[in-house]
């Protein structure tokens, strides 16, 4: 889609009086009172569509349809597709993933309530954003892509967000560090995560500084809509791994720096850096993987704490890697 268009005149204004003491924190944590956009509601296709009655079926789909276009605005006449919808509807697999479903997620009240306030803030820093109609659904295990976004619609997988005690994902193979992620706490992430690459059409970097700041600013992005939220929880990492981190950040970035790493392109030192897993091997069983995310959010942070003029639109959108980093003024205590 186009990149979307947005005034931040007013918006400029309002957040230099918000950053006036300088701090990370207080700069994104604005108040969002005035941002009228009607509560969320979530409409539950992962719920009402295993109502229909395969006996029945294109009766209770055509009752279904208009509340739920976006899945099913299709010939209901046509019987081979009929055919594959009661071969979902009737797949154990998929029967499984509906139950659990339905165990764990009974009220969505409280994602509802967390949806809005992240559009509140969406709207606050980008106006001109339609606020996407959402669906929940059983993605019969689609874990690659547990949260969609399509034609303004906003699509949560809530059977990848089930535990990590849900013995599926280890019977299909899934490593038990992406299962220790898939709980209901990473739902609100990754939503913001996908709206981001939304707004911002994805940038990949050309080597590891670039990479370090462009995946710093998406997690500086979810941080400004969800204030508050757990920088350990939007990383994913366990408490030992974070804390890992935090001690060690200096020994990394020197790492970085005595090896002339900053600047380079060899995949394999990208990888190391960037690509996920259950630990780093370059450093130490106890390191944890994709540490140029953390060290690229502490100089996105750092630089917008020493340029309060700079607002997150601008800072989205800016590739100039080496003013972020100069301006960051980043150098992490020993």
């Not at 994104?28 to 569509?49: A, C, E, F, N, Q």
């Not at 019977?171 to 220790?180: C, N, Q, S, V």
């Not at 709980?183 to 996908?194: C, G």
């Not at 003029?309 to 590739?319: G, H, R, S």
Request: glycine content about 6%.
């Amino acid at each position: 889609m186009n990149r979307l268009k947005y005034s931040v005149g007013l918006v400029c204004v309002v957040a230099l009086l918000i950053s006036a003491c300088g701090s990370s924190h207080n700069r994104l944590t604005i108040d969002v009172s005035g941002v009228d956009i009607p509560p969320v509601k979530i409409h539950r296709y992962d719920l009402d569509l295993f109502r229909a009655n395969p006996a029945n079926l294109r009766q209770d789909l055509e009752k279904l349809k208009p509340g739920f276009r976006f899945f099913l605005d299709t010939d209901l006449r046509d019987s081979s597709k009929l055919g594959q919808m009661k071969s979902y509807l009737e797949s154990p697999r998929n029967l499984e993933f509906h139950t659990a479903v339905s165990d764990r997620f009974k009220d969505l009240t409280t994602l509802e309530n967390e949806l809005t306030n992240a559009f509140r803030h969406l709207k606050f820093y980008y106006p001109g954003i339609k606020v996407p109609r959402v669906y929940t659904y059983i993605s019969g295990g689609d874990y690659d892509y547990p949260v969609q976004f399509a034609d303004s619609v906003l699509l949560i997988g809530l059977d990848n967000f089930l535990g990590k005690d849900f013995k599926a994902y280890a019977i299909d193979g899934l490593p038990l560090y992406r299962i220790a992620r898939m709980t209901p706490d990473y739902i609100i992430p990754q939503v913001v995560k996908v709206l981001e690459s939304v707004i911002i059409p994805p940038y990949p970097g050309n080597n590891v500084l670039e990479q370090m700041i462009e995946t710093g600013k998406q997690i500086y992005f979810i941080q400004a809509m969800v204030p508050g939220t757990d920088l350990k929880l939007i990383l994913g990492y366990s408490d030992a791994q974070y804390n890992w981190i935090v001690k060690n950040e200096a020994h990394v970035w020197s790492s970085i720096i005595e090896n002339q790493l900053l600047y380079s392109t060899d995949g394999r030192v990208i990888r190391s850096f960037f690509a996920d897993g259950p630990f780093s091997t370059d450093f130490s069983a106890e390191a944890p993987a994709r540490m140029g995310e953390y060290i690229g959010f502490q100089i996105v942070k750092k630089f917008m704490e020493n340029q309060p003029a700079v607002m997150l639109p601008a800072l989205m959108e800016d590739k100039d890697y080496q003013k972020i980093l100069t301006g960051s003024k980043y150098k992490p205590r020993k």
